[in-house]
């Protein structure tokens, strides 16, 4: 598993995403930061590369309910594999 390195802060400035944008893809179940004892959220590289992911679908015209029926088959296909 990657490790997960880069604050919230961090990763608005790479994504083009509001931390609070961030926040409601967790929420949504789209996207898992570790939380430190403190409960700060750290995010791996491979988290960034999601979220733009996610920002490209958004701009595209995808929902994030749509985008969490894509993570869900993804997910499984990845646990079968």
Do not use: C
Request: cysteine-free; proline content about 1%.
């Amino acid at each position: 598993m990657e490790e997960k390195v880069m604050y919230i802060g961090i990763v608005s400035e790479l994504t083009g995403l509001s931390e609070r944008q961030i926040r409601y893809y967790e929420e949504r179940k789209l996207v898992f930061p570790v939380r430190t004892k403190g409960g700060v959220r750290k995010y791996s590289f491979e988290d960034v590369n999601h979220l733009r992911e996610i920002n490209r679908n958004i701009k595209d015209g995808f929902r994030t309910f749509e985008l969490e029926g894509m993570l869900n088959k993804r997910t499984r296909r990845r646990s079968q594999a």
